[in-house]
């Protein structure tokens, strides 16, 4: 062998512990398994989450996005095992359709989920404080929310007698935000009227409905579709002079009269933090799920005008944003 090819020989054969650690180095993927419409604010926050606990996507970490467009929400399943079909390292999944076809889909790939039902009734996990199996997360109470909603909705609209209540019936948990409430308009002495619709065409349909039924304000129930569908809702409550409440701050900014619940943004950093923290080896089911205490009261002042009511005071000193 000639003294130059036996140089290039050692050359090369120092260079192979540099590329096999180099091959060892692989950059965990995320599942984000989703059941609203394409959201910029929704992953700017998991992101957040992630960044709080040393990830960067693009840097040291890829994501994987699934959503259920238009409220599809029996493609989650699909796609939630199309997501463990690929290997991922961790499945993001809210709210709680697509976190049930995540949980449906894996027992073994660690599932951090947002949801607004109760993590325990709906079958996720075992306890809150030890979940136990392969998933935590955060759990933001938009359901158990609908006997306040009723009461602010009250206060603002005192002579309304007869309520409206819309459900997705596709969603799990239409059946537990009925049932709350209900009960919370007995309690206050008004009739409810529970109105249906998974799709633009049912929007249409419930308003008229409503004009029928002679009824008086409307509650918009916790759902991604309907929050996707916010400002469709929005304008469908002014043409028809509805007073309405709905469960996100962005209804209110889109021209909503009101709105009272969590701050979904919020829930979703945390979940981008737990998701951080079980790929530095920690495990979902040692992870107690998170209890978002973050609500707001946004108030639309040109909107309740229009509509020719009057906030009352006491209910603009407990807003936290009034839209003027």
Do not use: C
């Amino acid at each position: 062998m000639r003294r130059r090819e036996f140089i290039t020989l050692l050359g090369s054969a120092a260079a192979w512990p540099i590329a096999a650690r180099a091959q060892q180095i692989v950059t965990p993927v995320i599942g984000f398994l989703s059941g609203f419409t394409t959201n910029p604010q929704f992953v700017t926050a998991f992101r957040q989450g992630l960044g709080e606990v040393g990830y960067v996507e693009g840097r040291n970490l890829e994501i994987e996005y699934r959503w259920a467009e238009e409220g599809q929400y029996d493609r989650l399943s699909s796609a939630a095992a199309d997501l463990v079909r690929r290997r991922v390292a961790v499945i993001f999944a809210g709210p709680i359709p697509a976190a049930l076809a995540a949980k449906a889909a894996t027992a073994t790939v660690p599932i951090v989920f947002a949801i607004g039902s109760d993590p325990v009734e709906s079958g996720l996990v075992d306890s809150l404080n030890r979940p136990g199996g392969n998933l935590t997360g955060v759990g933001f109470l938009a359901v158990a929310l609908g006997s306040k909603r009723l009461e602010l909705l009250r206060d603002l609209a005192p002579k309304i007698a007869t309520v409206g209540l819309l459900v997705n019936p596709s969603n799990p948990n239409a059946e537990p935000q009925t049932k709350d409430t209900h009960a919370a308009a007995t309690a206050l002495g008004l009739q409810l009227n529970v109105l249906r619709a998974n799709s633009q065409d049912g929007l249409d349909a419930a308003f008229p409905m409503m004009a029928r039924q002679r009824t008086d304000a409307l509650i918009v129930s916790a759902d991604p579709f309907f929050i996707n569908q916010r400002e469709r809702l929005v304008a469908l409550a002014a043409d028809h002079g509805v007073p309405a409440i709905y469960i996100v701050r962005e209804f209110a900014a889109a021209g909503g009269l009101m709105s009272y619940g969590s701050n979904f943004a919020d829930a979703h950093r945390q979940a981008g933090h737990y998701a951080g923290r079980i790929l530095k080896g920690e495990k979902p089911g040692d992870l107690p799920v998170v209890q978002s205490a973050k609500f707001e009261l946004v108030i639309n002042l040109k909107t309740a005008k229009a509509l020719g009511l009057t906030v009352p005071d006491k209910l603009l000193a407990l807003a936290d944003e009034v839209i003027e």
